[in-house]
C-alpha cells in the first residue's frame, strides 16, 4: 500500500511539472494586462489568441478571459 501510494505521488509529481512546462513552452508571453490597478500575465493559444487568467470570486475557480 505505501508503494502504491509512492508511486502515485511520483505520477502526480511528474505530470504537474510537464503540464507547466508546455505551458511555458506554448501559452507564456512576456506581456502584461492591466485592469484598473491589477496586473495580469498575458497567455496566448496555438491560433494566437491572447488570453488572462482571472478568479471566478463566485465559483472560487479561474477563468481564462480573452482580451484583444
Do not use: A, H, P
Not at 14 to 30: A, G, P
Request: hydrophobic residues 30%; positive net charge.
Amino acid at each position: 500500500m505505501k508503494n502504491l501510494v509512492l508511486i502515485f505521488m511520483g505520477v502526480l509529481v511528474m505530470s504537474c511539472s510537464s503540464v507547466e512546462q508546455r505551458i511555458k513552452e506554448y501559452s507564456y508571453t512576456n506581456e502584461w494586462y492591466y485592469m484598473g490597478t491589477e496586473r495580469y500575465q498575458v497567455y496566448k493559444t496555438k491560433s494566437g489568441e491572447r488570453y488572462i487568467i482571472v478568479l471566478n470570486k463566485k465559483e472560487t475557480d479561474f477563468r481564462r478571459k480573452y482580451i484583444n
